[in-house]
């Protein structure tokens, strides 16, 4: 019988290098910690990008709109996408006081009958937690008569936050999922891309150079997944994390349950890129992969350096400010560098030990790690003269007052900033942003008001 996962034990990771020489463990919930996003949701963008699966919200209807939709995740098989269903069984009060698993049982009902998904995903929330809704059982039940994986996913929000739900969510994958079915076939060069969810198509800036070297992605949690290959993902030779600190305990896991060895990538700018590609060949342990990696990465550089060039020049002697989450505080910020940008302050407010030590070396000692950045990043954008500010849109204002370029990096971002092909996106937004007029005019006060 699957058990629920321990939080305690997921908070206490043993890969997290820093909680061998630290008391409090890492994700570990404090007070307004959800206010940045609960476990449901970290949860539910970690999975969602399954879009042959049915993500059924077992909480109030007002849950399924906290993460929704709200990051483009790409799926190569657009007639398949169920994402753009938002499936709730929008618990009412009455449930509360009378329970609501036979509404959760009619709504998979339903969901099987009208969608034929390939696994659902029932998340629990805050309110049928509390209540004790046993999601377990209606999934169980729901299993045996339907015939497809039911995948219970127990990270209501109060249990902390988005990093933690990430976690539960690998958990629920790893009992429910992985190890259920047999690959067609395998190769030597099978991998798994764990913590990528292809958001604006990231991914597909490098697998095509990953497949040119031999090397199969086998299957991903889960960039444009498919709950059948991550079943296989047992077969795996390597896990590759990519960017994703908060689902560790799953590689982990994997390592101890299927001998599956697991480094840690980045796909953010050119140094970050050919060291992933390397890492993954090397990993795999084959002479002639790493040296055919080291080949193809000399190969892209040389292209990429051509044109990347009349940007640089454009680049040259400014500085940037950049407040996004997580491994992006390093990742995004060596990619700046990549770029030829000082990269003066980046925020770590939702960064791991992990990411900080990361990011305060890519920056070294005079940079800023901002851990307040709502209230830092303009001061330093005065202070150190900063040319542009890389933020989420609510930091627009910000690049307003202060009269400096702006551009989105977060997940609502629009295009790919992965790989070699993304660092010209990059560029590209970034030259555009800097050489845009309205940031310098759209702050000035009228002739009128003077
Ligand atoms: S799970 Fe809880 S914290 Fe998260 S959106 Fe629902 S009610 Fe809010």
Known sequence: MAQKPKIRELLD???????????????????????????????????????????????PMTCVGASWETRLTHTSRPGRDLTQMGFTTGISTNDVVFGGEEKLRQAIDYIVEH??????????????????????????????????????????????????????AGEAVLTHLIGTREPKNTTPFDINL?????????????????????IRVLSTLSGDGRVANIRTAHRANLNVLVCAKSLISLPRKMQERYDIPFISVSFYGKRDTNASILAIATALGNADLIERAKK?????????????????????GKKAVLNTGGNKSWSIASALQDLGFEVVATSVKKATEADKEKARATLGEKGILMTNPGQEQAKIIDEIGAHLLLAGGRSLFTAIKKRIAFADVNQEKKKSYGGYGGLLNLAEDLKNALQNPVFNNVARRAPWEK
């Open 13 to 59: 990771e043993s890969a997290c290098a820093h909680n061998k020489n630290k008391k409090s463990a890492c994700n570990a919930p404090t007070p307004g910690a959800t206010t940045g996003g609960c476990a449901f949701e970290g949860a539910q963008i970690s999975l969602f990008p399954y879009a042959d699966a049915a993500h059924l919200v077992h909480g």
């Open 115 to 168: 969608y034929a998904p390939e696994a659902v995903f029932v998340y629990s929330t805050c309110v049928t937690a509390m209540i004790g809704d046993d999601i377990d059982a209606v999934c169980r039940q729901a299993e045996q008569t339907h015939g497809i994986p039911m995948v219970p996913v127990h990270a209501p929000g109060f249990v902390g936050s988005k990093n933690l739900g990430s976690r539960l």
């Open 194 to 214: 764990i913590g990528e969810y292809n958001v604006t198509g990231d991914m597909w800036q490098y697998t095509p150079l990953l497949e040119e070297l031999g």
């Open 296 to 316: 193809l990465i000399a190969r892209e550089e040389d292209k990429l350096d051509k044109k990347l060039a009349p940007y640089r020049k454009v680049f040259q």
